[in-house]
């Protein structure tokens, strides 16, 4: 037992790892001076209280008993658990304003220690009642994010950022502004660090891994005074976002098209499907059918359906015509309709995957 909880202290509950954490704004706007793994640990103190702050379960006035397992963070590494818990023990948060000429330093958790509970070993911490608020007072405004993807991160750069643009898009809002200064404060990057130090070891790598573990496109625009670089404006974007941008622009040059052009280029992409003869028949007759063939195959191409075992049988589904048969009593086509410059009747090798129209085009101009 533990000699520094007293019978007023709050036990929380029984660990139990929930999807989503949410935890304050000023939290997540913090100085932080945690390691990659202190942070794990406090990301998933933060995702017990979080949802006992959503449910009105913190008790006011009383410190704050949690026990993560450790196979939440490890399989068999303890002793790198260990070296953790010692020095998150004096790990603070920082909330500076030098404009305002306010600043507080907060201590988390004063103890941190290992212990069995029913047979599985966890780290016990105790959060003092006055530091509660500032992990569960959630107030209209607050951050939320996935926390698997939290877990994943392996840099402590990325798991801010990942922070930062989760409060962001909270509200709403994929585009936001820093001065360099503040976010390098709240990074909590080594005070010798010039841009170039902070672009590269830290920037970079929360963008890379935001787009491989997050499905996050995090770019920036720099900010000048003179050669200094002062600010920096992010665009956030997720992969849906990108692909729809991108069938919407498929769409854009579709349109501008003239017929003979859409019926040529139709052709090229149906090379990326297994389709029989009449059905590209069918689909290049019926200018409906056309229309909905560019708008799966594009949203194929771009990553807007994932997920789809055969792209030939989600089209063939989309387009009607999967229960079908060899339609030999189609009508004949006005010859005058299929008189295409440039079309070819003997098509190159079937490729067997959708293409995009800015790859198809830019095969056309290569073979041209």
């Not at 070993?121 to 608020?133: G, H, K, N, T």
Request: glycine content about 4%; charged content about 25%; some cysteine.
């Amino acid at each position: 037992m533990n000699p520094l909880i007293s019978s007023k202290d709050q036990l929380a509950p029984l660990f139990q790892k929930r999807p989503t954490n949410y935890q304050p704004n000023v939290f997540t706007e913090s100085r932080q001076e945690f390691t990659e793994l202190e942070k794990k640990i406090v990301t998933l103190v933060v995702n017990q209280i979080g949802h006992m702050s959503l449910k009105g379960e913190t008790i006011i006035g009383s410190n704050l008993v949690f026990n993560v397992p450790f196979s939440e963070l490890t399989k068999n590494n303890h002793k790198q658990i260990a070296d953790a818990a010692e020095s998150l023990q004096s790990k603070r948060l920082a909330y500076r304003d030098d404009v305002k000429k306010e600043f507080h330093y907060i201590t988390p958790f004063p103890s941190v220690r290992s212990a069995m509970i029913d047979g599985k070993r966890v780290i016990e911490l105790i959060m003092f009642s006055a530091v509660v608020p500032h992990f569960a007072e959630l107030g209209q405004r607050y951050t939320k994010y996935d926390i698997d993807m939290m877990l994943t991160m392996s840099s402590v750069y990325s798991q801010r950022m990942f922070e930062i643009v989760s409060m962001y898009q909270s509200r709403g809002q994929y585009q936001f502004s820093y001065r360099v200064d503040r976010l390098m404060e709240i990074l909590n990057c080594p005070s010798q660090y010039i841009f170039n130090d902070f672009r590269r070891n830290a920037l970079l790598i929360a963008q890379r891994e935001l787009r491989e573990k997050a499905n996050i496109h995090l770019d920036w625009a720099v900010q000048k005074e003179g050669k200094k670089i002062v600010a920096l404006d992010f665009t956030t974007k997720t992969t849906q976002q990108l692909a729809t941008e991108a069938v919407k622009q498929d769409q854009r040059q579709i349109n501008k098209m003239a017929i003979n052009e859409a019926v040529t280029t139709a052709w090229q992409l149906m090379k990326g499907y297994k389709l029989k003869s009449w059905q590209k028949d069918l689909i290049i007759s019926d200018h409906s059918l056309l229309e909905t063939f560019y708008r799966v195959d594009s949203e194929l191409a771009n990553g807007l359906r994932t997920n789809i075992k055969s792209p030939t049988a989600y089209l063939v589904k989309s387009l009607g015509i999967d229960q079908k048969k060899d339609a030999k009593n189609l009508k004949t086509l006005d010859s005058k309709q299929l008189q295409i410059p440039g079309l070819s009747t003997e098509l190159d090798a079937l490729t067997n995957v959708p293409q995009s129209l800015a790859a198809i085009f830019g095969n056309m101009i290569m073979n041209e």
